[in-house]
C-alpha cells in the first residue's frame, strides 16, 4: 500500500467536509480519485478534474508515490 495526503479544493472539499486526509492505496492517480468519489459521493467525473502532485500538474495515469501530496482540483468560475 501506498499512503499519499490528499487535498480537496471548492466542491469536492465541500462535499468531503475536509481539507485533506492521508490515504493508503494502490494504482494510479484514476483509481485513488476513483476510490475517494465512491467513499465521499463526489459528482465530479475525473474529466472535469485537474491532479497535481506535489505541486505539479500530473497525468490520471501516473502511479502513486509514497508520501507525495496529491490535490484534486475542480473547476472553478470567477469573475
Not at 476513483?34 to 491532479?51: I, K, N, S, Y
Not at 509514497?66 to 490535490?71: C, I, L, T
Request: aromatic share 8%; glycine share 8%.
Amino acid at each position: 500500500m501506498t499512503r499519499v495526503n490528499v487535498l480537496y479544493f471548492a466542491s469536492l472539499r465541500d462535499t468531503a467536509r475536509v481539507e485533506g486526509e492521508t490515504v493508503e492505496a494502490d494504482g494510479d492517480l484514476r483509481a485513488l480519485y476513483t476510490h475517494l468519489r465512491e467513499r465521499h459521493g463526489f459528482a465530479l467525473p475525473v474529466e472535469r478534474l485537474r491532479v497535481a502532485v506535489d505541486g505539479a500538474f500530473a497525468r490520471w495515469d501516473d502511479p502513486l508515490v509514497d508520501g507525495s501530496e496529491v490535490a484534486f482540483i475542480p473547476p472553478v468560475s470567477g469573475g
